[in-house]
């Protein structure tokens, strides 16, 4: 094989009560990249389509991903790269995670898979350490592996890959303004009371609980943020009212997409998910906000092979 084409997922990370530590991977939004095998023995981004992102291979996640493959196994391999950008960069949904994933798990498949899908996640994280100046992986292990993962550990690296209720579907709405995850991470209280620790604790485990257990009433109670959202949801329009509306209209819980400014309603059901969209979609328009919406299931695969 010397070319493919593939589906790169936008993800949530963090889901209220899992800053760092837990994400998941959406099916209905992503990029789409094309990957060849050159001869030049050079990683090259040959196109980018849909944003303005860098074309040098050091400083674009995609390139800076795969040369962190490559020095792994001592390969000469070239690549072009193109890019086909679908999810916005800063939007708060997994953009660098996306072409950092997608990048790795396309030169796995070109090199005939010397790494199993969670053995990718360390390259691909490098990418994220070049768009954001850490190295998390809540937003690049379920653009692999698929549907929910808690990073149980990071030294050494160790991800659940976690069970998914089949009813869940995601309602991501987001503002049309830039913010970039090294800006929003430097808000962050890098000291937090033992209290609201021991809150968050009880949230993250009763969420991995209720996702075993299928109890989407819990699922919603544990959807809560004593650490993060304080401080990040100052950079979200309007964002104490638009989680009141998703409340409101049977969503079961409410909060940011990883740095933002991207929020996530998950709901039960396709029919809570399109009113739940429809409420906060018509409150955004009445205050003339511009924005994108989204409706996806959690998506079960991860990056997957188009052509």
Not at 82 to 93: D, H, L
Not at 143 to 166: C, D, K, M, W
Request: with cysteine; hydrophobic share 40%; aromatic share 6%.
């Amino acid at each position: 094989m010397e070319e493919i084409k593939i589906f790169a997922p936008a993800t949530v990370a963090n889901l209220s009560c899992g800053f760092d530590v837990l994400g998941c991977c959406l099916e209905s939004i992503g990029d789409e990249m094309l990957l060849r095998k050159n001869t030049t023995g050079e990683i090259r981004i040959t196109k980018i389509s849909g944003q303005e992102l860098p074309m040098e291979a050091d400083k674009n996640v995609a390139g800076v991903a795969v040369r962190a493959l490559l020095k792994e196994l001592n390969s000469q391999q070239g690549f072009d790269i193109e890019i086909y950008k679908k999810i916005k960069a800063g939007s708060g949904i997994g953009s660098s995670a996306a072409s950092s994933a997608g990048a790795v798990f396309a030169v796995n498949k070109l090199l005939n898979e010397p790494f199993s899908p969670e053995e990718l996640i360390p390259f691909a994280m490098e990418g994220e350490r070049l768009a954001s100046g850490n190295a998390h992986a809540d937003n690049v292990a379920p653009a692999l592996l698929g549907g929910f993962n808690l990073i149980r550990s990071y030294e050494p690296l160790e991800v659940i890959h976690l069970p998914t209720p089949q009813d869940l579907r995601m309602v991501i709405l987001h503002p049309l303004i830039e913010v970039k995850t090294m800006d929003s991470r430097s808000i962050i209280r890098q000291s937090i009371s033992l209290q609201k620790a021991v809150k968050q604790w009880g949230n993250l485990g009763a969420f991995v609980s209720a996702l075993y257990s299928n109890d989407y009433d819990l699922l919603g109670r544990s959807l809560k943020d004593e650490i993060v959202e304080p401080v990040r949801s100052i950079l979200i329009p309007f964002f104490d009212e638009l989680k009141i509306i998703a409340r409101e209209s049977g969503a079961l819980g409410f909060g940011i997409s990883g740095s933002g400014p991207s929020v996530f309603a998950m709901c039960k059901g396709e029919a809570s998910a399109k009113q739940t969209g429809a409420a906060i979609q018509k409150y955004y328009q009445e205050k003339e906000i511009d924005f994108d919406l989204h409706l996806s299931k959690i998506g079960n695969e991860g990056v997957k092979i188009i052509s």
